[in-house]
């Protein structure tokens, strides 16, 4: 096979290609070499991309930093990293689709659609990213005999690996090496410089925060105030530490215009990393300290679309001297809801996606009482924690999603009870969740009130149905495994609900994931891996 005629004909517009399916310059060349092993000079560019789509991503490594772009202007890299953070946020079937529809083939039109919605002008961002990409690190001449000692590896017999790997191991030796970025060296120092916010000019208020008391330890003797401002209708600060340990921050905070003197510490100090921004969410206000020169996306939650598919989605946020806050619509104790990245340069590709810890503190609850009437079918019998198990439904709705549970209008499709393994029965519901996409989420839990006064509540799982679905008309299938706090046994129950009746079935082998109704078959929901918002 002609691998020379190969790399000529094809290699320079999968490179394109390949970059906007990863955003990484190495892992594209790496997947477009692979690719390339699989073709014949004979082969079109559909072929071409269609090999490349087969190929899988590489494992990480860690690589050297590259410099920024300089043959486009900093409005054109800072639209490209915008684009750039919107495309690491598609699920990468989404992601796919689109790059598909870019090289004008075909693509699956729901997950297209779902990707457009993201990119509202997919031609031109994707064009501008493809403008900051960097020139590859093998020239066509240099990748021949990578691509032929793919090819031979795909052919050769398990003996022969070992010599093909020491090949392409010569070959990455004599690539050449990249300096580090200032960015990277400029990491060490995020918390260093001087204090950002409203106050950072405000000398005696910066002196007497750094004088502030810590919650449950000792202040460190080397530390600094890092941000002092009035953000989200509060005064935030925060100060940070050196340790023999490392960095540790304390954020506090107080009334808009209060004095030092009022601040109160919003959690225990946390370990902080000199590569890593800092971010504190206080009930529904976050906060994010990042290095100025980044950029800060949040999701504030999974979202359900209209189809019922479920994917995370980060939104971009104005940053202001490296600090970002945002009002969410509801506080996230459990941790399921807010993530957040920042956006910097990267190692090997003008953009680079790191995830920021959040540090959660306030009191807020995550939930409000599930507003239901009666159940559409089931037992108008209350058994005395029908409430609790239509919050807690509820909750496996809203805690993932970081819906406020007060703008929700659930549904209580059924009702009844459900054995205990020691006798007698619990409150279980089955809650139909109209979202504001469109989307019905039906999400199965049961309670029970023990002996000593306590609620104990247990969610079933959930699923998903496409806009427009009749809450009176779902058919579903969870699994509820009951369990007994003091003797540890548990009952193990699969539920099945539609317009014709309920069933109740034992499965203590949990064994039946899928019931046929009516000759369609009904996946049987559950808590845990599987579950709808299982990450």
């Known amino acids: 096979m002609d691998v020379p005629a190969v790399v000529r004909r094809h290699r320079t517009a999968l490179l394109g290609t390949a970059f906007l399916l990863t955003g990484d310059e190495r892992s594209a060349e790496e997947r477009v070499d692979r690719a390339l092993a699989r073709l014949s000079p004979a082969d079109d560019h559909a072929a071409a991309v269609r090999a490349l789509l087969r190929t899988r991503p590489g494992r990480g490594r860690i690589t ?17 990293r915008r684009t ?5 946020g598609l699920a990468p079937a989404d992601r796919t689709a689109l790059v598909r529809a870019h090289e004008d083939l075909p693509a699956d039109p729901d997950r297209l659609a779902r ?12 064009a501008g990213l493809l403008a900051v990409r960097r020139p590859p690190v093998r020239d066509d001449a240099a990748a021949v005999p990578v691509v032929a000692a793919h090819r031979r590896a795909r052919w050769a017999r398990p003996a022969l690996a070992v010599a093909v790997l020491a090949v392409v191991a010569v070959l990455a030796t004599q690539l050449p090496r990249t300096a580090p970025t200032p960015a990277a060296a400029a990491a060490a120092g995020r918390f260093d410089g001087p204090a950002r916010g409203s106050l950072a000019d405000d000398t005696a208020f910066l002196a007497a925060a750094r004088d502030a008391p810590w919650a449950g330890r000792a202040a460190p003797a080397d530390r600094r105030v890092v941000l002092a401002g009035d953000l989200l209708d509060r005064r935030v600060v925060l100060v940070v530490g050196d340790t023999a340990d490392g960095l540790v921050g304390q954020w506090s905070t107080a009334a808009t215009g209060a004095p030092a003197a009022d601040l109160e510490p919003a959690n225990q100090p946390v370990a902080l990393r000199a590569d890593r921004p800092a971010a504190l969410l206080l009930d529904t206000a976050l906060v994010v300290v990042a290095d ?5 996306r949040v999701s504030a939650g999974q979202v359900v679309g209209p189809s019922g598919a479920v994917q995370r989605v980060y939104r971009a946020q104005p940053v202001d001297d490296g600090v970002a806050a945002l009002q969410l619509a509801a506080p996230d104790p459990g941790g399921l809801a807010v993530r957040v990245q920042v956006a910097r340069t990267g190692e090997v590709s003008p953009v680079a996606l790191a995830d920021v810890p959040v540090t959660r503190a306030g009191s807020a609850g995550a939930t409000a009482p599930a507003a239901v009437g009666p159940p559409l079918r089931g037992s108008p019998a209350d058994g005395g924690a029908r409430q609790a198990a239509a919050d807690a439904a509820l909750g496996a709705v809203t805690a993932p999603t970081g819906l406020d549970p007060a703008a929700l209008a659930p549904v209580l499709v059924w009702a009844g009870p459900l054995p205990r393994p020691v006798g007698g029965e619990v409150d279980a519901v089955v809650l139909a969740v109209p979202l504001p996409g469109g989307a019905l989420v039906v999400s199965t839990a049961w309670a029970d009130r023990l002996a000593d006064g306590t609620l104990q509540q247990v969610g079933c799982g959930s699923r998903a149905f496409p806009a427009g679905t009749d809450p009176a008309a779902v058919v579903l299938a969870a699994r509820c495994v009951v369990a007994d706090r003091e003797s540890g046994t548990s009952q193990v129950t699969v539920l099945l609900t539609g ?17 046929p109704v009516d000759g369609a078959p009904v996946p049987v929901t559950r808590t845990g891996p599987g579950d709808l918002f299982d990450e």
């Open 64 to 80: 050297e930093a590259g410099p920024d772009p300089w043959w486009v202007s900093p409005a054109e890299l800072t639209a490209a």
């Open 499 to 515: 317009p014709g009746g309920t069933t109740t079935t034992p499965d203590d082998g949990r064994r039946l994931d899928v019931l």
């Open 84 to 88: 750039a953070a919107v495309l690491a």
């Open 292 to 296: 100025p020169d980044e950029g800060v």
């Open 115 to 126: 990707a457009r919605a993201a990119l509202p002008d997919p031609s031109a961002a994707l």
